[in-house]
């Protein structure tokens, strides 16, 4: 954020951190980010699995996106982190510098192309490439749609939250 405001002369509306519709943004972003959480984990997922297993010859290691001790307090630090920190600083980097910026300079496509694998590189593991790839063009196309990161960065806690709830309840 510093560095768009000193070195571009640039204020925060500028990354898309503002809306003139805040509320009904807030709550599109929700389910959207439902939406996009309920696409990737039905349809993506399922077959990013099936390409693994043609291409690799077996089926895709299981994930362990949180390979943590999952005591009560790590559970809420990763929470906060997951839910809260984690989607605002990816919303204001991903979509707001990066898409932004490309876009820009390019059409549509190949910037939400481009900044949907920079998202996906910087996920790993690698058997959710696809998946994460599909999410940031999802969340590329919202900001494209509203104009605003305040619908991302709902959509992108809502996927965090219900994720990041499905990982705990599964190893709890």
Same mark, same amino acid.
């Given at each position: 954020?510093?560095?768009? *405001?000193? %070195?571009? %002369? $640039?204020?925060?509306?500028?990354?898309?951190?503002?809306? *003139?519709?805040?509320?009904?943004?807030?709550?599109?972003?929700?389910?959207?980010?439902?939406?996009?959480?309920?696409?990737?984990?039905?349809?993506?997922?399922?077959?990013?699995?099936?390409?693994?297993?043609?291409?690799?010859?077996?089926?895709?290691?299981?994930? $362990? +996106?949180?390979?943590?001790?999952?005591?009560?307090?790590?559970?809420?630090?990763?929470?906060?982190?997951?839910?809260? #920190?984690?989607?605002?600083?990816? $919303?204001?980097?991903?979509?707001?510098?990066?898409?932004?910026?490309? %876009?820009?300079?390019?059409?549509?496509?190949?910037?939400?192309?481009?900044?949907?694998?920079?998202?996906?590189?910087?996920?790993?593991?690698? +058997?959710?490439? #696809?998946? #994460?790839?599909?999410?940031?063009?999802?969340?590329?196309?919202?900001?494209?749609? *509203?104009?605003?990161?305040?619908?991302? #960065?709902?959509?992108?806690?809502?996927?965090?939250?219900?994720?990041?709830?499905?990982?705990?309840?599964? *190893?709890?």
């Amino acid at each position: 954020l510093a560095w768009v *405001r000193f %070195r571009y %002369r $640039e204020s925060l509306p500028a990354l898309g951190l503002h809306s *003139r519709r805040g509320l009904s943004d807030g709550v599109i972003g929700v389910f959207a980010g439902l939406a996009l959480l309920a696409v990737a984990g039905f349809v993506v997922f399922p077959v990013e699995s099936f390409l693994w297993e043609a291409v690799a010859g077996n089926p895709p290691p299981p994930v $362990e +996106q949180l390979p943590l001790e999952f005591t009560t307090p790590v559970i809420v630090a990763a929470a906060v982190l997951v839910v809260g #920190i984690t989607p605002l600083a990816e $919303e204001i980097f991903f979509r707001g510098f990066l898409f932004g910026g490309l %876009r820009g300079r390019l059409s549509f496509l190949p910037s939400a192309a481009l900044s949907s694998a920079a998202f996906a590189l910087l996920h790993p593991p690698l +058997q959710l490439g #696809i998946l #994460i790839f599909f999410v940031g063009f999802g969340l590329a196309a919202l900001y494209e749609w *509203r104009g605003s990161l305040v619908v991302n #960065i709902a959509a992108h806690m809502a996927f965090n939250l219900l994720g990041y709830t499905f990982i705990v309840l599964n *190893r709890t």
